[in-house]
């Protein structure tokens, strides 16, 4: 059986290696399959398939949020089943509920008294939950003992997947996306009842007269009566469940009716391959669901790869001998009765931390009295006139806020805020310009929210297209309509923006001459050849590299990932970066990771309004700073008065004493809201202290951070004087301290490409908490490295690293190291690294400048 083949199971079900031919045929594998399941325990299970809100749901999960949100899915990755994710989503009842049924193929039991995963049950539902809710995503304090023992199974892999309760109703729903409707698009009859998604699908299966039932991310709960056999997805945010036999076509026993199965690959008369387009990655029953619900399709495609070819006109039959693939021809059209109703949603702009108006203050908001997901809190903003921005937090608190409330407050962690921006308006079908054509775009992968939010933050952008499997593309100057032939494709066209109560006046420092043309169409550079850094006969194009990364032989990236990657490592090739690098013109905002490391006798207050435009924090190795009427340098009040979060240090073990000689004069505040750590204690010419040390003083540290309010501290930063060195004074402290508070691990990096910056912070990412890197710029010798100690190279440099530290999931904050060619204590070069941020009279540097301009 090829190697990409998902066997069901954690372990044990995996049949013997070559127990199967590499030419067996699917019928073969599938009575494999079959024998296998026999081996686990029966249960009232199934599978989503494709067409479906759960399919939708758990495919984006894992093939989208699963990299770009991991603390969502409690440890999940890409890597995992599909079957994995509906089973995380079924038991957190995550998304609106949409997966109300247990996935098939998955070995499950649950657990016993006296069993060690029984109690750690037990632990998580009486302590866990609130003591540290983050560990257990998607779940609350009334959840039940299966769902955490289901979580708490994705990493203790000893405590096995729970079963759902025999007899489950919702398990034989299938779910739709949008609400109930009937074949002529009516709403149909149906009563009303307060109760949430698994309690409404139960009432529906109680009820011999239920033939559906309709849900929404509250608790409005509809039964439907005879008559409901679809739903119109354009109605967000609902789902609807129809019982087996009220459904339309679409599920797994209609597939082998309506398809004339032939062995080999789909052909035309002539013999070819004929016109198709590929889905992936679905399952076989996923794989006819796509052809179904395509009015286009004539047949489809599918191998043991789940490799999906939906075939338009012109297949009628297959070549036998390419195998092991099946080709499925449709007996019958299909038609579709649901009727696209516009549909005008609101886009938002997401800033980590707080909301709060400009002079940092909570604002006027009403918080909804009960838990809700971050979709219920964006729908009920959405539904609000009054609402201009809302707040959500890890354990689902949702607040909403009224006009006034203009940024976020970064320091605050684990909170998300939200500022609503503008409207889309759906069109059914592919985007379109006048004549037909797609028009000027650029792909990525996001789920329909996010797509609108990226263009609502795009001047350039005027219409957004999505579909079921997670593909965005961002539209800009010439689409004008949508081609309503193109199934399971929406086209979102921007609205004016207008709202006054989202008015600025702030201005920023204009950047002609600073963006390069490396945010250009990666198409643009993909026949140009891109030479290894370490291999200089490695001359392959940047197509072909991407191509190479997507393949079976470069471990199956998937385009981003594979962009993502050639981009970094060939400076020829980073027009591919897949998501957007720079902020438009007039844009404001500025990103909560961005800070800046800099001396504070290096600044002064005139300086501080064109730093707001480039940073949200800063720091300057000291535990104070001078009063406001002592000197012209900043003081702790006017750098929060500016907008921009001074962050104390404690450079080394005598700023402990210091800080405790100076107690409340130290003039800490609780909006400070960290407190940096030891500097390069692994360094003999800086703080140097061995782990011991740091560990006999951090409950002084603590005491410190507490009696001011500040809630986090920032582990020691430890400089890059070999991965081995900086990862073993780390592993000795928490070796020896393994209780000491640390909610962020800080670190130096003076590498001065972006691809060996990344893999200096995945070192530290063994940790499990976030990063803080605490000072980083171009500042290492050698050949390799002298062309950008410049301020030319540092600007080469800066376009690499600060896109990747913004993506980079487990970067909290990172500041640059601002020092001009003469300052610098060690000689590197001559001259010295120049990369310095701001002047002395305040303006920024044509490098400060291009620091301002990115996205995030």
Partial sequence: VPSSCSWPGRSGLAPPVGSLPRDSSLIQIH???????????????????????????????????????????AGLTSADRFEDFQAFLYWTKAQGGVCSS???????????????????????????????????????????????????????????????????????????????????????????????????????????????????????????????????ESVQPYVCGLKPAAATPSTTAFFSSSFDMLS???????????????????GAAGCASHCASDTACVAYEFNTHTRCEIHRAGTVTSDESVQPYVCGLKIAAITTTTTHVPLIVWAYIRLAGACRTQSFGVGDFDTVDHQVTDAECRALCSDSSSCVAFETNLGGRCELHRPGTVRADSTVPNYNCRIKVGTFTSHTGACRTATGGTGDFTALTATPDECRDLCAADSQCIAVETNVGGRCELHRVGT??????????????????????????????????????????????????????????????????????MSWEGDGHSETEARETVALAHQECSACWPWKKYKDSGNTFVSPKRGLAIQNAKVTEVALPKLAEMVSWTYDWHHTTPASDESNHPSNEQWLAAGITWKPMLWGGSSVGMAEELG?????????????????????????????????????????????????????????????????????????????????????????????????????????KPIWLTEFACA?????????????????????????????????????????????????????????????????????????????
């Fill in 664 to 768: 409340a004069s130290l003039g800490w505040k609780a909006q400070n809201g960290a407190l940096l750590t030891f500097n390069e204690p692994n360094f003999d010419s800086q703080a140097h202290m061995s782990p011991q040390e740091a560990v006999n003083l951090w409950p002084k540290v603590e005491h410190l951070a507490a009696q001011f309010g500040l809630t986090r501290i920032v582990g020691p930063a430890v400089g890059f004087n070999g991965i081995d060195n900086a990862i073993g004074w780390y592993d000795n402290f928490f070796h020896i301290c393994p209780g000491c508070k640390v909610d962020a691990i800080s670190i130096h990096s003076y590498t001065c490409y972006a691809t060996f910056l990344r893999d200096h912070i995945d070192a530290f990412r063994k940790y499990g």
């Fill in 264 to 282: 080999g690959a789909c052909r035309t008369a002539s013999g070819g391959a004929g016109d198709f387009y590929v889905v992936e990655p679905v």
């Fill in 102 to 232: 247990f996935p098939c193929g998955l070995d499950c039991r649950t657990a016993l008294a006296g069993e060690a995963c029984y109690g750690h049950v037990q632990w998580a539902m009486d302590t866990g939950i609130h003591t540290n809710p983050e560990w257990y995503p998607g779940l609350w304090e009334s959840s039940s003992f299966e769902a955490f023992q289901s979580v708490i199974h994705i990493k203790q892999p000893d405590c096995p997947l729970a079963c759902p309760p025999s007899g489950d109703a919702a398990a034989e729903f299938t779910i739709l996306s949008g609400a109930c409707r009937t074949a002529s698009g009516g709403s149909g009859v149906f009563d009303v009842i307060d109760a949430d998604a698994a309690s409404c699908a139960g009432s529906c299966a109680a009820d011999a007269n239920c033939v559906a039932y309709e849900h929404n991310t509250l608790t409005r709960c509809e039964l439907h009566r005879s008559g409901t056999v679809t739903s119109d």
């Fill in 31 to 73: 009575r494999v399959r079959s024998n296998i399941l026999e081996a686990s325990r029966r249960v009232a299970c199934r599978t989503a398939v494709a067409g479906e809100a759960c399919y939708d749901s758990a495919a984006w999960a894992k093939n989208v949020g699963a990299d770009s949100h991991p603390e969502w899915y």
């Fill in 480 to 549: 004008v309509t949508s081609d309503t032939s193109v199934a399971n494709y929406m086209c979102w066209f921007k609205d004016p923006f207008n709202d006054p109560s989202m008015s600025t006046t702030a201005t920023t420092t204009p950047l002609s001459g600073l963006v390069p043309a490396d945010e250009a169409d990666c198409q643009a550079v993909w026949d140009v050849v891109a030479v290894d850094m370490f291999d200089t006969n490695s001359k392959y194009t940047c197509g072909a590299r991407i191509e190479w990364l």
């Fill in 780 to 856: 290492e010798g050698g050949t390799l490295n002298a062309p950008r100690l410049s301020m030319a190279g540092q600007m080469e440099y800066m376009r690499e690293a600060i896109p990747m530290l913004e993506r980079h999931a487990d970067v909290e904050k990172y500041a640059w190291f601002s020092y001009f060619a003469s300052e610098w204590p060690v000689d590197f070069a001559d001259p010295g690294p120049d990369a310095g941020l701001v002047r002395p009279d305040g303006s920024l540097t044509e490098l400060g400048s291009l620091y301002a301009s990115f996205a995030f």
